[in-house]
T-cell receptor
Framework: KAGVTQTPRYLIKTRGQQVTLSCSPISGHRSVSWYQQTPGQGLQFLFEYFSETQRNKGNFPGRFSGRQFSNSRSEMNVSTLELGDSALYLC?????????????FGDGTRLSIL | QKEVEQNSGPLSVPEGAIASLNCTYSDRGSQSFFWYRQYSGKSPELIMFIYSNGDKEDGRFTAQLNKASQYVSLLIRDSQPSDSATYLC????????FGAGTRLTVKP
């Protein structure tokens, strides 16, 4: 069974640009959560999607948004990029809704802002 | 006070020893607890999860919960150099809260 697939693996952007990251969950998994990981703040929850609906959202500005499609694939968008957005962005999936379920992570997208 | 706290380490143990990793949490109502292993440059990998109804053993790994003191521990028996990684504790609430992780080094 294929794992969680995130694309692209690496991205370099400049301040002010926007970026879209993609995540395909494990087959049969309908919940997708997004996280940001930085050396200073660690792993921080961004949001969770289930059945194309955002269920929870972490404490991030509105520049961070996401969506989920009917096939459970999810995208995350960050607009007006700032230097502090440089991070590893991780997607995790689980079969059912709720962050209290065991989640399986993808390899992440490493975003660098110049 | 952070909601999930871990000693950042590094924790160094000799090969074959027991490694003990601890995590404290602030939400007394927490019902489930997760341990992830993250190798350098890789994504977190789920290695163990327990619910508030008891401890759990899986091979060389044992997760124990002390609800009264609000901490959860991960014991790794017969530690191997391949266990060298950062171990992240996660406790779900409104969202999933991760500790900063404990870096474990197992020396041959």
């Amino acid at each position: 069974k294929a794992g969680v697939t995130q694309t692209p693996r690496y991205l370099i952007k400049t301040r002010g640009q926007q970026v879209t990251l993609s995540c395909s969950p494990i087959s049969g998994h309908r919940s997708v959560s997004w996280y940001q990981q930085t050396p200073g703040q660690g792993l921080q929850f961004l949001f969770e999607y289930f059945s194309e609906t955002q269920r929870n959202k972490g404490n991030f500005p509105g520049r961070f948004s996401g969506r989920q499609f009917s096939n459970s694939r999810s995208e995350m968008n960050v607009s007006t990029l700032e230097l502090g957005d440089s991070a590893l962005y991780l997607c995790a999936s689980s079969p059912v809704a709720g962050v209290s379920q065991p989640q399986h992570f993808g390899d992440g997208t490493r975003l660098s802002i110049l | 006070q952070k909601e999930v706290e871990q000693n950042s380490g590094p924790l160094s143990v000799p090969e074959g020893a027991i490694a003990s990793l601890n995590c404290t949490y602030s939400d007394r109502g927490s019902q489930s607890f997760f341990w992830y292993r993250q190798y350098s440059g890789k994504s977190p990998e789920l290695i163990m999860f327990i619910y508030s109804n008891g401890d759990k053993e899986d091979g060389r790994f044992t997760a124990q919960l002390n609800k009264a003191s609000q901490y959860v521990s991960l014991l790794i028996r017969d530690s191997q150099p391949s266990d060298s990684a950062t171990y992240l504790c996660a406790v779900p609430g409104y969202d999933m809260r991760f500790g900063a992780g404990t870096r474990l080094t197992v020396k041959p």
